[in-house]
């Protein structure tokens, strides 16, 4: 079972910058395909972006695409998400989570295909 965690958030003012991190136990990410999730208060869990298994191809949500770019380290023990010109709105708890379903495949946009996920990081953006 593997064990994510999440860490990197914070309060930013609007229009600055975070990056998240997501650790895994080693090779996690070259077998299966990652995905960062937000969920605000009282919303539903969103798909913010996905990379495929092995740094394959990334997807984003459409509301972060331009702003926010998923990638991993030489090591594939980590995956960030770099995220720019943020917006109140994106003020949530992030997860980051793993599909072992879809194992060597693309990121699912769906959170309910994710079995893994860490315990989330807060993200706050304050106007």
């Known amino acids: 079972q593997a064990q994510l965690v999440e860490s990197g958030g914070g309060l930013v003012q609007a229009g600055g910058s975070l990056r998240l991190s997501c650790a895994a136990p080693?090779?996690?990410?070259?077998?299966?395909?990652v995905g960062w999730f937000r969920q605000a208060p009282g919303e539903g869990r969103e798909f913010v972006a996905g990379?495929?298994?092995?740094?394959?191809?990334?997807y984003y949500g459409d509301a972060v695409k331009g702003r926010f770019t998923i990638s991993t380290d030489n090591t594939k023990m980590r995956v960030y998400l770099q995220m720019n010109s943020l917006k109140p709105d994106d003020t949530a708890v992030y997860y980051c989570?793993?599909?072992?379903?879809?194992?060597?495949?693309?990121?699912?946009?769906?959170?309910?295909?994710?079995?893994?996920w860490g315990q989330g990081t807060q993200v706050t953006i304050s106007s």
């Open positions: 990379l495929s298994a092995n740094a394959g191809a990334a």
């Open positions: 989570a793993v599909s072992k379903t879809s194992l060597h495949g693309a990121p699912p946009t769906n959170f309910q295909e994710y079995d893994v």
């Open positions: 080693p090779r996690t990410f070259m077998w299966f395909p």
